[in-house]
């Protein structure tokens, strides 16, 4: 897998493959590939996006009451 950025092309936007790649793949000028898309998502992003059915202070309690057990 490689990461790429999606970058203006004229009217159109596109993705460069890296020479490695391109190299490891035998890829030339003209070859059709097949390309899976999906958008990578920053963690930063996803921080605080998740919604639990108990609060952070019922789990951190409930697992107090498991240590105190043992």
Request: net charge positive; aromatic share 6%; charged share 35%.
């Amino acid at each position: 897998m490689v990461l790429v950025t999606v970058r203006k092309w004229g009217n159109s936007v596109g993705v460069v493959i890296p020479e490695e790649e391109k190299k490891k793949l035998h890829l030339g000028t003209g070859d059709t590939v097949d390309l899976k898309v999906h958008k990578v998502v920053p963690i930063k992003q996803l921080f605080g996006s998740l919604k639990f059915k108990r609060s952070t202070q019922e789990m951190k309690n409930e697992m107090k009451r498991g240590w105190k057990n043992d």
